[in-house]
């Protein structure tokens, strides 16, 4: 078969390595792609939103199926668009992919059908939030309704910080018409987890569960960014708190958004935080989480086309998914600045001394026949071993292989899964 993965970040380097593993797979093309992607596909000079070069693209070149990477096409109606020209295409549609366009479409639909999540409220007046906000206690949890490129959410320690966060967003607008709404929720407690799930209308199969490491310094200090490390299994987490999160939320959802006529094709990712009342619903986005794809597909014995095509045609249910019994650590290593301003066209070395581990390319460019950073998140270091100990020393070995001026990343990444 001849693939198309669009997208060109380390969550779709992870997919195109692990589709590179199927025999099927005859042709692999990613679209932009990046300097890393480059060694297992074909990249193609096509943008995530160009929604017409990308059907071209799959006509010109008899593509077999499409598999949608990140979230803005997605939120935009790229499934919708390519099915409309009878192109076969892996991901939700754009009525499907509003539980992570929306905040508040997936707020109301949690509260609608009793799913357990945050208490909150959604204003689309900036003067009605602040006078809610002023009646409520820190800390205290600001969303823009739209995406925000992960940007969007602001735990706010103090109410100061709390209306300062909210005129950000829906006065200096600084995320556009994502802040034309808002959701001002309580604050949650616990140990946060990702379940993310196959899933066809109301079949849902989960995959092996994760826990990302969001802020940008160890202790969890700092801004928060798209992520800075992963790993999996959670063997502090009992596998009856991870059943009842898939049983009381997961499962619940896709139900609720086939009731809704919005049935949900593709990839749900659930982010959940573990209160002492129980899992409850922090997010859900509408495709692989990003670093947690670098460490759940290395896990993934069963055949990821085969099941890519099981849900496209309504099969799921009959589908056997098989996951390895190792464990992985994925140590994002970033650049200086990043989450805020940062260098690109920075040389990359040691790449080809690297022992152990997968390296996913998240932002990195080819200059001159070499790989150079060309992101925030440049590189994912991914390590399988028999249990976290193992897998996270290997990470954290050939993370330190690798070098670039100003190379940041955190030395705490699944160190409380150390048990």
Known sequence: MRILVVGGGGREHAICWALRKSPKVQELYCAPGNGGIASVAECVPIQVNQFEEIAQFALDHTIDLVVIGPDDPLSE???DHLEAKNITVFGPRQNAAIIEGSKVF???????????????ESFEQYDEAVAYLRKQQAPIVIKADGLAAGKGVVVAQTLKEAEEALHDIMVAKIFGDSGNQVVIEEFLTGQEMSILSFVD?????????AQDHKAVFDGDKGPNTGGMGTYTPLPHIPQSVIEESIETIIKPTAKAMVAEGRPFRGVLFAGLMLTPNGPKTIEFNARFGDPETQVVLPRLKTDLLDIFLAAINGRLDQMNIEWSDEAAVCVILASEGYPGS?????PIEGLDQVQNAIVFHAGTAVKDGAIVTNGGRVLGVTALGKDIAEARAKAYADADR??????????DIAKKALV
Not at 201 to 209: H, N, Y
Not at 342 to 346: A, E, M, S
């Open 77 to 79: 109606g790229i499934v």
């Open 106 to 120: 997936t707020k109301q639909l949690l509260r609608k059908y009793n799913i357990p999540t945050a208490a909150y």
């Open 201 to 209: 209308g109301e079949t849902v199969c989960p995959m092996v569960p």
């Open 342 to 346: 940062y260098p690109r066209g920075l």
């Open 402 to 411: 690798i070098r670039f001026q100003g190379k940041h990343y955190r030395t």
